[in-house]
């Protein structure tokens, strides 16, 4: 998202952001916004990158998260055409840079791409790329963040395991920072649960083949599923009581 804020500052590209109660959206009230941060011109066309927002109505949507999105169910091999970064400058007609296509791969299937099945995108390159933006937007130095990786290693590696489909999967609560980062790296599927806040659970899996985020998301029973089993994560939330 922010490649493709960027993106539309250095084009002139007229955006904002999705809002709820006038602020910026988080990723988990993305598609309940309620406002946004720039005035629309009557008339003007309008783009909606993974949100949603009461009210208005896109023209076009850009997204990979849900059936019916135009990158859902996008395997690896086509993760430029699945990411919303890759579905974004093909609707403006430009052609990704190098670091546009590793954005694209990180986004759409990490795991996958760590795995080198991301034509055009080496694994050297994305955890390259995935250390120096990680310390530019956390502030931290590359050796604090791999120690940070490397302990999220451990967790996993110890975690307990339970049964989904026959096979067994770490399951963490309240995962760290980088747990993310080190599933992916290690192909090690993982469940979690932690507070979203102080009413509300999430629920999810992450870093997982597709059979498997898939038997999670029959199985489950979360209110607001997201997720696509191509991707290999997908997420929910506990109803409130």
Request: glycine share 10%.
């Amino acid at each position: 998202m922010q490649e493709i804020a960027r993106i539309c500052e250095e084009r002139g590209l007229a955006f904002g952001f999705a809002t709820v109660g006038g602020n910026i959206v988080h990723s988990h009230e993305a598609y309940q916004a309620n406002g946004v941060t720039a005035l629309i011109p009557v008339g003007a066309h309008q783009v909606f990158v993974e949100c949603a927002v009461m009210g208005l109505r896109p023209d076009d949507i850009i997204d990979h998260h849900h059936p019916g999105d135009p990158g859902y169910g996008m395997p690896p091999e086509q993760y430029f055409e699945g990411s919303s970064l890759g579905q974004f400058l093909r609707f403006i007609g430009v052609n990704p840079t190098q670091q546009q296509l590793v954005i694209a791969a990180a986004d759409h299937c990490l795991t996958s791409a760590y795995q080198g099945r991301c034509p055009g995108v080496t694994p050297e390159e994305l955890a390259a790329w995935r250390i120096a933006s990680r310390c530019r937007a956390r502030g931290l130095t590359e050796v604090e963040l791999h120690r940070q990786i490397d302990h999220a290693s451990k967790l996993l590696e110890a975690a307990p395991r339970i049964s989904l489909a026959g096979e067994q999967v770490a399951f963490i609560e309240e995962p760290p920072t980088e747990v993310s980062e080190a599933s992916a790296r290690l192909g090690m599927p993982y469940i979690y649960v932690r507070r979203q806040d102080a009413k509300q659970l999430k629920a999810g899996i992450r870093s997982a083949p597709a059979h498997l985020v898939q038997a999670w998301m029959d199985n489950c029973g979360l209110a607001r599923l997201y997720g696509d089993p191509q991707r290999g994560f997908a997420g929910g939330y506990l109803p409130r009581h």
